[in-house]
Nanobody
């Protein structure tokens, strides 16, 4: 069982930046960030595999950057040039498999951290 704890959310004006963190209780091959806005389906933001191969959803390409510190079992999401449409609850997720796509099923989820972007 892997536990995931997110932090770093908050409120920011459009154009601003935030960095989210996700601390995992152990190493796991595939990690990802998802988000869910009120009244909308959850969507994948970015996944990162054991080999640091990444897949971003088109809406955040060029603005968001994922990274991980394997020594600390921590995943990060740097979000720049934030837009009001980025407002959502952001969730960290993980799966113990080499295949690491946003469309895959994820076994472990964090509790979420809220990001609010005002215009």
């Amino acid at each position: 069982q892997v536990q995931l704890v997110e932090s770093g959310g908050g409120s920011v004006q459009a154009g601003g930046s935030l960095r989210l963190s996700c601390a995992a209780s152990g190493f796991i091959d595939c990690m990802a960030w998802f988000r869910q806005a009120p009244g909308k389906k959850r969507e994948g933001v970015v996944s990162i595999g054991y080999d640091s191969n990444t897949t971003y959803t088109d809406a955040v390409k060029g603005r968001f950057t994922v990274s991980k510190d394997n020594a600390k079992n921590t995943l990060y999401l740097r979000m720049d040039t934030l837009k009001p449409e980025d407002t959502a609850m952001y969730y960290c997720a993980a799966r113990p498999y080499l295949l690491c796509r946003l469309s895959d099923s994820y076994n472990y989820w964090g509790q979420g951290t809220q990001v609010t972007v005002s215009s």
